[in-house]
């Protein structure tokens, strides 16, 4: 119990602290499909045998920078959020996607500008959140389950997280049809950038005579 009590108190502590964005990070460049599927089978684990856990990977995406830890943080939070949303069984899908979006878009979610961003959604077949929920899932402390059974942290943590790393979060929700989470994250600009460096040069680069 002692053990226990200690490390929620860890785990506590670590969530106020990137809420308050005084966690060190450690961002660099990754692929988010790599990173997603390190954590895979983690995430099977947590949320047992009778959900089913998809994954629908874009393999044509360009590279982010945030910290490889807060991915599994954005992903286990909302995986298991997604789990108990599904009462006994159903299925969570995981998927990334590259987008572009315009000024003429702006209506979008809180925190919402124009650029390329890759998208990694987490989507669930539960209960949905309802509509006058919506505007308060974010907040700290706020949490729809029953005493002892959640800090209403999960969905704030996630929240400064992705602001913490320019992006923004939109979500889509019709009870009793499931929810639908979608995190952007801008595209790195350094790696667009090398991307088309290799690309110029591997177009003026003559054949050679040699062999191997």
């Given at each position: 119990e002692v053990k226990l009590a200690a490390k929620r108190s860890a785990d506590l502590t670590s969530q106020l602290l990137g809420l308050a964005r005084r966690l060190t990070v450690r961002p660099r460049l990754l692929h988010l499909n790599d990173s997603i599927e390190k954590i895979l089978n983690m995430?099977?684990?947590l949320i047992g045998e009778n959900v089913q856990l998809r994954w629908e990977p874009d393999n044509h995406i360009d590279q982010v920078k945030i910290?490889?830890?807060?991915i599994d943080q954005?992903?286990?939070n909302l995986v298991v959020n997604a789990k108990d949303?599904?009462?006994g069984s159903g299925t969570v899908t995981?998927?990334?996607?590259m987008v572009e979006l315009s000024e003429e878009q702006s209506s979008g979610p809180v925190g919402f500008k124009?650029?390329?961003?890759?998208?990694?959604?987490?989507e669930d077949t539960g209960k949905g959140i309802e509509e006058e929920i919506k505007p308060y899932i974010f907040e700290p402390f706020f949490t729809t389950k029953d005493v002892g059974e959640g800090t209403g942290l999960g969905l704030a943590t996630v929240y400064?997280?992705?602001r913490q790393n320019n992006g923004f979060i939109e979500v889509q929700s019709t009870p009793p049809k499931g929810t639908l989470f979608k995190v952007y994250l801008p595209v790195n600009a350094d790696?667009?950038?090398e991307q088309k460096e290799r690309g110029t040069e591997a177009r003026v680069i003559e054949p050679g005579t040699e062999t191997i």
């Open positions: 995430l099977r684990r910290d490889p830890a807060q954005i992903l286990t949303a599904m009462s995981i998927s990334t996607a124009p650029g390329k961003f890759i998208v990694f959604s987490v400064g997280i992705v790696s667009v950038k």
